[in-house]
């Protein structure tokens, strides 16, 4: 039997704050699938038996199904109408929670939440995704620190490799100084004739324009080498 | 160069910045630096507050940073309007007017702007904190408008 929760009796409170149900003690739940795209007060459907009890998730105890305040186990009401929306999907608890709070944006919940995961049973494929959800969430570090571990676990796969190398702590090193352009010189031209030049990228070199252009495509064009040049958008 | 009190060096370069508004409708002055991103030449100002190192889409283009060459990331607000675009790996220096210059790899985001997007102002890249200046130590002498800048350990 399907039912909505939206159709739902209000005897479930707190509704806004459910984010997934599933079969208690059996199965994972089966769902529309991502209920992290829906509005807040519409969770998708969800399939039960009459007087299943569906344990819920709250979002207010990161997300900790054994830390309800408010109910502990909400009761399905099969005798709503009742209508198959879409397909049924299996979900993955543990992947959903990351969706859910990357999707809304709360990166302390994400980051309680993707400690939740065990990670060490996770593929290449769950990785990524969970980095890329850590970049949605705003949770940078918990990002590059997923991408690291997975391309420890994973040293073949190219592609979380490549997450790695990219959000890997910044690598310093010292070297000469270089014969680049004068930057004192450079930056007096800009004071001195700036003003005449306002909007435009300009090169310059040891304090002398090289070339200028409305565009830095257009500018580049003009140029044989970008070497030991100050380019730069006059303001 | 700045240095500990035991002797041992803090910075190992210092160069001069301008400090002033980083674009015409800016207000707030900005710690303004000339960068050499790869072997382009530009300026950038420092956010402590951001994160990455934030290309204007006309310098990513110049450097030739495709997006399938980066890592895709969620969007970022950038002046009220979403942002899309990609994360990539880039040699940053920081050169040197007393001391030696300062070379970093940095997580940079280079954006994808749709065809009615346009970048505002034409701002310059942006230093961000995480993923750019984070490991890097830095100091501000307002009186000559000089950045110190130096490795760790």
């Given amino acids: ?235 | 160069m700045l240095r500990f009190s035991n002797g041992d060096d803090f910075t190992i370069g210092a160069a001069p910045y301008a400090y002033r508004p980083a674009a015409e409708q800016e207000t707030s002055p900005r710690i303004i630096l000339r960068l050499l991103l790869e072997n382009f030449e530009t300026t950038g100002f420092v956010d402590t507050g951001g994160v990455y190192l934030l290309l204007s889409p006309e310098v990513a283009d110049n450097l030739g940073l495709r997006p399938d060459d980066g890592i895709p990331t969620a969007p970022l607000m950038f002046r009220g309007q979403r942002v899309s675009g990609a994360l990539h790996l880039v040699s940053l220096t920081l050169p040197a007017e007393q001391g030696d210059d300062l070379t970093i790899q940095v997580t940079a985001f280079a954006p994808q702007l749709t065809p009615f997007q346009e970048w505002p102002n034409d701002f310059p890249c942006i230093l961000g904190m995480m993923g750019c200046l984070e490991f890097l130590r830095f100091a501000v002498d307002p009186t000559n408008s000089t950045f110190h800048f130096g490795e760790i350990g």
Avoid: C
Avoid at chain 1, 22 to 40: C, H, W
Avoid at chain 1, 112 to 127: C, G, L, N, Y
């Fill in chain 1, 1 to 235: 039997m399907i039912g909505t929760l939206a159709n739902a009796p209000p005897a479930p409170l707190l509704i806004r704050e459910f984010f997934g149900i599933r079969y208690s003690d059996t199965e994972l739940t089966v769902t529309s699938g991502s209920l992290f795209d829906l509005p807040n007060d519409d969770l998708g459907t969800a399939e039960w038996w009459p007087n299943t009890n569906v344990p819920v998730f709250d979002r207010k105890s990161d997300f900790a199904e054994s830390a309800l305040s408010f109910t502990g186990t909400v009761s399905a009401y099969p005798e709503r109408s009742y209508e198959r929306t879409v397909a049924n999907t299996m979900i993955d608890p543990e992947m959903s929670r990351l969706e859910v709070t990357a999707q809304i944006g709360d990166e302390r919940a994400f980051v309680a939440a993707q400690k939740q995961v065990d990670w060490q049973r996770r593929s290449a494929e769950d990785f990524i995704r969970g980095v890329q959800l850590a970049l949605a969430a705003g949770a940078y570090l918990v990002a590059r620190n997923l991408a690291a571990l997975g391309a420890s676990r994973f040293p073949n796969h190219a592609d979380l490799q490549k997450y790695a190398r990219v959000l890997a702590p910044p690598k310093v090193s010292r070297s000469k100084r270089s014969s680049s352009s004068d930057w004192k010189a450079s930056r007096n031209w800009l004071i001195h004739h700036g003003e005449s030049y306002r909007g435009q990228w300009v090169a310059l070199r040891d304090g002398e324009l090289v070339g200028s252009a409305n565009t830095l495509k257009a500018l580049s064009a003009q140029l044989h080498s970008t070497t030991g040049l100050l380019i730069t958008k006059v303001y």
